[in-house]
Nanobody, 116 residues
């Protein structure tokens, strides 16, 4: 409980930007990978972006070139910078972290709403 805490969601107009933050209650070095997922109403949860312990990144095709995932190890925080937002980016965004044991943590999520 309370391992991951997201913030930064909100309402923004199309073309705008938001930066999501996910702060872990333990050192980020204890995770093999961290990522951001999103789930829109009536749709399955999907991977948006992920970053591994060696800083390799993965992005969904729909966000490539617009979103950037990054980590601040000193703050135990992973960020998702979202630019050029589109109405179809509207969803509940969840932070995810995986340990070497395979155990996966999820945050409660933060809502992102993009108006047209």
């Amino acid at each position: 409980q309370g391992q991951l805490m997201e913030s930064g969601g909100g309402l923004v107009q199309a073309g705008g930007s938001l930066k999501l933050s996910c702060t872990a209650s333990r050192s980020i070095f204890s995770f093999n990978a961290m990522g951001w997922y999103r789930q829109a109403p009536g749709k399955q949860r999907e991977l948006v972006a992920a970053i591994t312990s060696d800083s390799s990144t993965t992005y969904a095709d729909s966000v490539k070139g617009r979103f950037t995932i990054s980590i601040d190890n000193a703050k135990n925080t992973v960020y998702l910078q979202m630019n050029s937002l589109k109405p179809e980016d509207t969803a509940h965004y969840y932070c995810n972290a995986e340990r070497s044991t395979g155990f996966v943590y999820w945050g409660q999520g933060t809502q992102v709403t993009v108006s047209s």
